[in-house]
Structures are given as C-alpha cells and as structure tokens.
C-alpha cells in the first residue's frame, strides 16, 4: 500500500510541476492573444452578470449560472491556497498568482463560449453541455469526451467531496471546544442537507449558490479590508515586496523570505489555476445551462469568475497576509508549519470575529465546492451512461460526503490532482482545436450582446 502511495504521489508531482502549469499558462496566453485580449471587456461581463436575460433556453439565470461556477471555485484554496503559495514562494507568488488570473479569465471565456456553442438539449427539455460535448459534435472524437467525462466524474468524488467535507470537519472539531463532536456526525449532518439540495437537481443547486456564494464572499472580503485597515500602514511596503520579490530573492520585516522568480512563479501560478480552474472544463458544465441570448454573453459572464476568484479574492488574501506577517514581526515564521496557520495568524488580529469570519468562511466556502461539484459529477455520470444513472451517482455522492470527515486525504488529494490534470488535456485540445471558432463568434457577437443566435439546439434522442 505504501508503494502505491508513493506511486501516486511521484505521479502527481510528475504531472503538475512542470508539464500542467507549462499547459495550462500557455493556453492562458494563447487565447487571450486568439480572442484579441477579451479580458478588456470584464466589466462589460459583471454589467450583463446582473442583468435579466429573456432567453427561453436554459435551465438558470445567467447570474445563478456564475455563482454555481464560483461555489466550486472561491473555496479554500482562496483562503489556504494563497497561504500555502506565500509560506513556499514568498510574497512574490501573490504576483504570479495575480498574472494567472488576469490570464485565465481568457480561458475561462473561451471555453463556456464553445461550451454554449455546442450544447444540446435532453429529451426532457435540459440543457446539456461541456467538453465533452464539444469533442463528440465538433471535433468527431467521442472517444476523448468520455475520457473528460470520466475524469471529472471521478474528481468530483476527491476535490469536489471528500476533500472538502475533510477541510469542513477539521475546522469544526479544531474550533468548537464546548462539545467534543465526533467527525462522522459532522458528515451525516453534511451529507443529509447535501441529499435534500442535489435531489432538486440544477434548479436548487443554483437558488443556494445564489444566495450563499455573494454573502460567503462578502464577508470575508470585508474581514480582509478590516484587517488591511488595521495594517494600513503596510499595505503600501507590501505592495512593492509582492512586485519586487515576483523577480528576486530577499527578505522583508516579519521573517518573510523572497525564494526568486522561479521559485515565486512556480508556487504562485500553480496556485492560481488551482484556485479559478480556468483550463480544467468544470465550469463550462453549468455555463451551457444558463438561459442566454447568444454564446459571447454567456462566455462574458462566466469569464468574471475568473476575475472574481483570482484577480481579486487571491490578491485581497495575499496582501492580507503579507502585511500582516511585515505588521506583526513577533509572528515566528518558522513556528509557521503551513498556509492555514498563516491565515488564522492574519485574521486573529480581529478580536472574537476574526476566528469567526474564517471558520464560516472555511464551511461556506467548502461546502459549496461540494455542491458545485455535485452538478458536474451529474452531468459527466449522465453522458457516460445516460439519465438513469444519476440517481446512483448521487447517492455514491452522499456516501463520500458521509466518509469524508474519516478516511486518509493524502492519497485522495493526489488522485484528485491527476484526474483534474487529465480533465484539463482534452478541454485544452478541444479549446485549440476550436479556437478558429471561438476567434469567429468573438467578432461575431462581442459588439451585438443584445443579438440572439437563432442557431437551432439539436435535442438527444436517448
């Protein structure tokens, strides 16, 4: 068993550093230079994220289409991932980190686009869409689209379950002292009131996310800001020590270590794509079922993600922490074992709230990981063997959820790793392969939003 470990986790390394991150950044580049740098128009996607789409094709709202998106998104990467990033890369991989954001967004554009482009419709009047597609319809390689879907139906099981119900259940029993709650209650509880949501199918999973993801997000953004204002006069030092350090090495106040560009840019872009999963084709699963007009809109819309997660999330976290770390120099960073610490460090300059905001946050934030994930898992169990399975799916679904508080992560967070790796190689070939496409629909529509795609959206026949 120790051999498989070991296996696993040498394969793991393997794939992420270099060869994915090499991947992943270069398709950022490469369409951001295809769709003529379509992060310009971001904030015309927040403006028509919030803005009523009278389309009768689609199962949810443009808006529910974006927060379903971002639940499985914004998680605890953006609290822990950025942590981790500084605590390996130094204050300089908030840069990279930041820079793979800005680029993605055009990733995440262009893949909901072709998603939307190639979506069908099920005989029950369901929108159906993804990478999957896309190989099968527009490509003629059905073979690839169900190894996509098989890789991300079982990542949906690790990352989008196990590993966050885990997180949930550390943070609960590590923080709630009164009463010694067991683990496994924590995941019957979860698993109970992830069953009542993912029944409802799309539909309700978007009406939480909705609703939860914009208040989870808030308030930790607001705890971010109250801790910069406490740090104000180190936001500017911290600032020049993000940019400086992104290319060479040194040291700022608080123990805080500058490893290098390479170094920096390794940990900083690798968390990066972790964090907004630009590349990895999950959020164009439930793009296609947004209700939209034409596919530039919905691309638009689905980009902000990105921009959110990212651009703004990552960035408000890392300056957070960095000026906490140069406020506070009694902080020892070498009694600092990993990014959770150096967040919990940061936010305990609030008193009584401070642990409170990054509990909820951490709950919040995983738990609408699980449902987002929840949705794509379907979608991928739906098209590798039809509507009858999602039913089993769903109910496996809830049985990790009711084991992940239990069972060892190690191993699980290295398969989730590689089945996301094997997730993101047929998305970015189908992503190159259409970019022609996606280039034309972006000249097409990008100055016609209000145009409607009279495109006719062909119905399954199973």
């Known amino acids: 068993m120790e051999f498989i470990n070991n296996f696993i986790s040498w394969l793991d390394t393997v794939i992420w550093a270099p060869f994915m991150v090499i991947l992943l950044l270069g398709t950022h580049i490469f369409l951001t230079l295809r769709t003529g740098f379509i992060q310009r128009k971001v904030f015309t996607g927040i403006k028509l994220s919030v803005t009523k789409d009278p389309s009768k094709d689609g199962d949810v709202s443009p808006f529910q289409a974006l927060t379903t998106a971002l639940a499985s998104t914004i998680g605890t990467g953006n609290i822990v991932g950025v942590g981790t990033a500084i605590f390996f890369g130094g204050p300089g991989a908030v840069f990279w980190c930041w820079i793979t954001g800005v680029f993605g967004i055009a990733t995440k554009y262009a893949e909901s686009l072709i998603s939307i482009k190639y979506r069908v419709k099920s005989r029950d009047g369901r929108m159906l869409g993804g990478a999957m597609y896309v190989l099968e319809r527009g490509l ?230 699980v449902l987002g994930w929840s949705y ?26 009711l084991l992940g508080p239990v069972i060892e992560l190690d191993i699980v967070w290295s398969l989730s790793d590689i089945f996301n790796a094997l997730m993101a190689v047929p998305n970015i070939i189908a992503l190159v392969f259409t970019s022609g496409l996606i280039a034309k629909e972006t000249k097409k529509w990008l100055n016609n939003l209000e145009g409607t795609d009279d495109t006719e959206i062909p119905t399954l026949d199973k």
Not at 305 to 331: A, Q
Not at 376 to 401: D, M, N, P, Q, S
Request: aromatic share 10%.
């Open 376 to 401: 794509y898992g379907e979608r991928c169990a739906e098209y590798l063997f039809g509507k009858r399975a999602t039913i089993f799916f769903k109910i496996i679904f809830v049985f990790v959820i």
């Open 140 to 369: 003629n390689m059905k073979w690839l689209g169900m190894l996509f879907a098989l890789f991300a139906l079982l990542a949906s099981f690790g990352i989008g379950s196990a590993v966050q119900v885990n997180a949930i259940s550390e943070i609960v029993t590590s923080n709630v002292t009164f009463v010694k709650i067991p683990p496994i209650a924590i995941g019957i509880v979860l698993a109970v009131i992830t069953a009542f949501v993912i029944i409802g199918g799309i539909k309700k999973i978007a009406i939480v996310c909705e609703k939860l993801v914009p208040t989870m997000a808030a308030c930790y953004v607001i705890g971010c800001f109250v801790i910069l204002g406490m740090n104000h006069d180190y936001i500017i030092p911290g600032i020049k020590a993000i940019i400086k350090l992104a290319f060479a090495p040194g040291a700022v106040a608080g123990g805080l270590v500058g490893r290098g560009a390479i170094t920096a840019a390794q940990y900083g872009i690798a968390r990066g794509l972790f964090s907004n999963e630009s590349g990895l084709g999950s959020a164009p699963l439930v793009a296609a079922a947004a209700k939209t007009k034409n596919p530039v809109r919905q691309a638009l819309i689905s980009a902000t993600g990105t921009f959110w997660d990212t651009v703004v999330v990552c960035l408000i976290t890392g300056i957070t922490l960095v000026t906490t770390i140069m406020k506070n120099p009694e902080i020892n960073m070498s009694s600092i074992q990993n990014g959770g610490q150096m967040t919990t460090a940061a936010f305990s300059q609030i008193p009584v709230l401070g642990s409170i905001i990054l509990v909820f946050g951490i709950i919040t934030f995983a738990y609408t990981t």
